[in-house]
């Protein structure tokens, strides 16, 4: 990937606010961006190309992001997704969060899950040999509508304990409310890293 050059354009230019507060949320996000460059960072919305060709470059540091995020085995359309992508003051990629809608409303998380249609467009055709997925948490079955899933964070070692993924994750959760009028926004997170922090922390 090119190094991209550090845009002049505030952050807010480049989004769309279909639903929620507008004034609140313009705010909230021009408070993230601000954040954000506060800490060398400066933030741009990219597609799923864009993340899959970063994650590639940063192998080194960033394991394969999951199916959810690539267009041709997640099977997600272009307006369903999004990528913020971080990039420092040499234009360098450092920083990544990425959403996806799923339109749900006549199934659930649980069932996405268990069919592994939340990791791919045709589970048929891009299952690994014998793959399948556990759901024992309840709440899933709760879980429909228009659902958001975020992940693929990652962050440049050189950007670690900076406080940016709170700020990303954040930022990623208000703007998918923002533009798909999400009822419910999901995520994954390991249970080493879930027991490694206090879970007040994943909020």
């Known amino acids: ?106 199934t659930t998380f649980e069932e996405g899950a268990r069919s592994l249609k939340l990791f791919y467009g045709e589970p048929d055709r891009w299952k690994a040999a014998g793959e399948t997925c556990a759901v024992t948490a309840r709440a899933t079955r709760l879980v429909s509508g228009r659902v958001v899933f975020v992940g693929a964070g990652w962050f440049h070692p050189e950007f670690r304990g900076l406080g940016l993924s709170g700020i990303l994750s954040r930022l990623a959760r208000a703007y998918a409310y923002a533009r798909w009028r999400s009822d419910f926004t999901t995520g994954f997170v390991t249970e080493a890293l879930f027991k490694a922090r206090n879970s007040s922390n994943w909020n």
């Open 1 to 106: 990937m090119q190094p991209q050059p550090l845009s002049s354009v505030n952050l807010l230019s480049n989004l769309e606010f279909d639903h929620g507060d507008g004034g609140l949320l313009r705010a909230f996000i021009a408070n993230a961006e601000q954040q954000a460059l506060a800490r060398g960072v400066s933030l741009t919305v990219a597609g799923f190309d864009t993340l899959k060709r970063l994650n590639e470059e940063n192998r080194k540091t960033w394991a394969p992001v999951l199916s959810i995020f690539d267009q041709e085995r997640g099977g997600v359309a272009p307006e369903d997704g999004l990528a913020f992508i971080g990039y420092d003051s040499s234009g360098r990629g450092v920083t990544s969060i990425a959403a996806r809608l799923f339109h749900w409303s006549d």
